[in-house]
């Protein structure tokens, strides 16, 4: 199926750091959704981007819908061990109806 | 406010047999959408209902099918089972028109032997 370029992969990063990560998409979107998954649970909405070059914050959370709107940005602040999981984003296209997830990002934090 | 509601949360099943997902959305939320993850895999995207009618599919075999009720509860159905329908099967829902926010049930964990 069709998904989105997420990167990186994974990290680990030390409790204290902040964290970046992005996706890309050859395709424009016009919503732009990040998620965190749990092992075992499902994905948890943590911020929603409507339009674009908007940067909208939800605690340590910041999230940024790319200019070109075929991209989207998710940085962490201050990480600390409660943040492990995977972050997914996730993209609408007009007129699909259907959202198109990333790959995922692993993140692990040590303390 | 209670959220996306899924059952079971775990089932283990054979292969060729058939099984059924259910799944209760957000109140006042009319469209349900199914996806299947894969262990360490993304999602992806199944099956959208939206007042009671199927709005949209992946590319996913006809012996995954679904339905939704007037109460915009949904099943999804699998027939004749196989070793890769092993995964999590999320649920989530949304307000009408399949454009807004999607928020997403806990999951049903089926493994096929």
Request: hydrophobic share 35%; proline share 4%.
């Amino acid at each position: 199926g069709q998904q989105l370029n997420q990167s990186p992969q994974s990290m680990f990063i030390q409790e204290g750091e902040d964290v970046s990560m992005n996706c890309t998409s050859s395709s424009i979107f016009n919503t732009w959704l990040w998620y965190k998954q749990d092992p075992g649970e499902g994905p948890v909405l943590l911020i929603a981007l409507y339009k674009a070059g908007e940067l909208t914050s939800n605690g340590r959370l910041t999230a940024q819908f790319g200019i070109t709107r075929k991209d989207s940005f998710l940085n962490i602040s201050a990480s600390i061990p409660s943040d492990v999981g995977i972050y997914f984003c996730a993209g609408l296209t007009s007129g699909t109806y259907k959202y198109i997830f990333g790959t995922g990002t692993r993140l692990k934090v040590l303390a | 406010e209670a959220g996306v509601t899924q059952s079971p949360t775990h089932l283990i099943k054979t292969r060729g047999q058939q099984v059924t997902l259910r799944c209760s959305p957000i109140s006042g939320h009319t469209s349900v959408y199914w996806y299947q993850q894969a262990l360490g895999l993304g999602l992806q995207f199944l099956l959208w209902y939206d007042e009671g009618e199927e709005r949209n599919r992946g590319n996913f075999p006809p012996r995954f099918s679904g339905r939704q009720f007037p109460n915009y509860s949904s099943e999804l159905n699998v027939n004749a089972l196989e070793l890769e329908d092993s995964a999590l099967y999320l649920c989530a829902s949304s307000f009408s028109q399949g454009q807004e926010t999607q928020y997403f049930g806990p999951g049903t964990r089926l493994l096929v032997l």
